[in-house]
């Protein structure tokens, strides 16, 4: 699957799907989703995901119904420490959650230009601190570019290469070079991305643009057909 836009229920086209076929998930909770909705929506795209698979939750909302549905916070904590109060009307609060202990992250990848390390430490021990807190991504500005948050997310989270076989992503080694992680040794398949409220599939382009399988979902008509016509022409410029 290189990508593929359903017009559906979520809850209901993700009980058909297979377990632990995706990598990651971004996940932006329309405001106007009852709770039982949400919770039902977490506990799928938990089956679904693979057992070293994450989900990108956008919004400060529904972390408390996703710590329920099975999904937890890969450092038993919170991710950042609370926004500036004059600052909070600005801020998007962006939050990992991992399916199990051990997860798929690419440490190596710098941070957004907006993000903000807690670590005070300085030289070796402020570097070795920081990658133990990369996926702990603080409060982004709502002026940076969406695509380029969602960008961050799904390399962060998923690889360029995967097994063609069983879908493990390869591993950053040294000196940038991927690794496979599996006894297959094969590279010629994709790490998979979803989204159940795709909307006008903006994480679809960026997740195709980043050589990345997506599948996306869409209640609305309109919305599917146009993320549909948007992921048929992907490039650069349909993210302008």
């Known amino acids: 699957m290189s990508w593929r836009i359903e017009q559906a229920n979520p809850s209901a086209l993700l009980r058909d799907l297979p377990d632990g076929l995706f990598q990651t998930g971004i996940l932006r909770v329309p405001a106007d989703l009852p709770d039982p909705d949400v919770a039902s929506v977490l506990r799928k795209l938990h089956r679904v995901t693979r057992g070293d698979g994450t989900l990108w939750l956008l919004g400060a909302a529904h972390q408390s ?3 329920e549905t099975g999904w937890h916070h890969p450092t038993g904590r919170r991710f950042h420490p609370r926004p500036p109060v004059q600052d909070s009307h600005r801020l998007l609060t962006v939050t990992l959650l991992a399916k199990r202990p ?11 230009a907006a993000s903000r390390c807690s670590c005070e430490r300085s030289g070796s021990d402020r570097r070795a601190a920081h990658r133990r807190r990369a996926w702990c991504v603080p409060p982004v500005s709502r002026l940076e570019s969406p695509q380029q948050l969602i960008a961050w997310c799904v390399q962060a989270s998923t690889s360029p290469k ?3 076989f069983c879908g493990a992503p390869w591993r950053r080694g040294i000196q940038r070079v991927w690794l496979p992680s599996c006894e297959h040794r094969n590279g010629r398949g994709r790490c998979l991305v979803i989204d159940p409220f795709c909307g006008t599939g903006l994480s679809g382009v960026v997740s195709l643009l980043a050589g990345r399988g997506f599948l996306g979902i869409e209640h609305d008509p309109q919305l599917a057909r146009c993320a549909q016509r948007r992921l048929a ?8």
Request: aromatic share 16%; proline share 4%; charged share 10%.
């Open 233 to 240: 022409t992907a490039n650069w410029t349909t993210l302008r």
């Open 102 to 112: 051990q997860f798929y992250f690419n440490a190596r990848l710098p941070l957004l």
């Open 65 to 67: 119904a996703a710590l």
């Open 162 to 164: 995967a097994c063609e």
